[in-house]
């Protein structure tokens, strides 16, 4: 079973510009979760996505948005990229909601660099 | 939210026995116990999932005494492959795929 692929794996923007990053979940797997990972934060919860539904959400500002197809895929966006922004941005997916009671997998990252 | 304290960071030896402690003190009662296992620039992975007393599977041992408000995750000689950053999380049992990553503990492991 293929695990989970993000694209691109790495990406380097302008400060002010919008970037979209791509998550395929394992097949069957209907929730899909994005993260970002930077040394001073740790991993952070940005949202998550259910049949197409954003089902949860972190605390992160309204240039950081999501969505899901029909398929699971998902995608992310971030506009007006700041410095901030560089970061490791991880997806995982589930074949449920995940949470305390299943397991996630995580694919390998979109390495983000904000200059 | 459960909030959960970890060791920052921990050395061992290859062949060694190590356990790692993750404290719990507000864990609820639908809440599950789950660690990850994280190295450099990948995604984090499920190493094991408890909910009370002992759970084993083929990589790790998981304690969890009968109060819930810590767990154990018991890793049996290690090599120097399991060198990584080890999270212990507490289940937002019900709310879907989001997971509170807390500081996790460095394991570095010594030939």
């Known amino acids: 079973k293929a695990g989970v692929t993000q694209t691109p794996r790495y990406l380097i923007k302008t400060r002010g510009q919008q970037v979209t990053l791509s998550c395929s979940p394992i097949s069957g797997h209907r929730s899909v979760s994005w993260y970002q990972q930077t040394p001073g934060q740790g991993l952070q919860f940005l949202f998550e996505y259910f049949s197409e539904t954003q089902r949860n959400k972190g605390n992160f500002p309204g240039r950081f948005s999501g969505r899901q197809f029909s398929n699971s895929r998902s995608e992310m966006n971030v506009s007006t990229l700041e410095l901030g922004d560089s970061a490791l941005y991880l997806c995982?997916?589930?074949?449920?909601?995940?949470?305390?009671?299943?397991?996630?997998?995580f694919g390998p990252g979109t390495r983000l660099t904000v200059t | 939210l459960a909030k959960t304290t970890q060791p920052i960071s921990m050395d061992s030896y290859e062949g060694q026995e190590v356990n790692i402690t993750c404290s719990h003190n507000n864990i609820a009662t639908n809440d599950y116990i789950t660690w990850y296992q994280q190295f450099p620039s990948q995604g984090p992975r499920f190493i094991i999932q408890g909910y009370k007393t002992k759970v084993t599977n083929e990589v790790a041992s998981l304690f969890i005494p009968a109060d819930r408000k810590s767990s154990t995750l018991s890793l049996p000689r290690v090599s120097l492959s399991d060198t990584a950053v080890y999270y212990c999380l507490v289940g937002i049992y019900n709310q879907g795929g989001k997971l509170i990553f807390g500081q996790g503990t460095e394991l570095s492991v010594k030939p």
């Open positions: 995982a997916s589930s074949w449920d909601g995940g949470g305390g009671r299943g397991e996630q997998y």
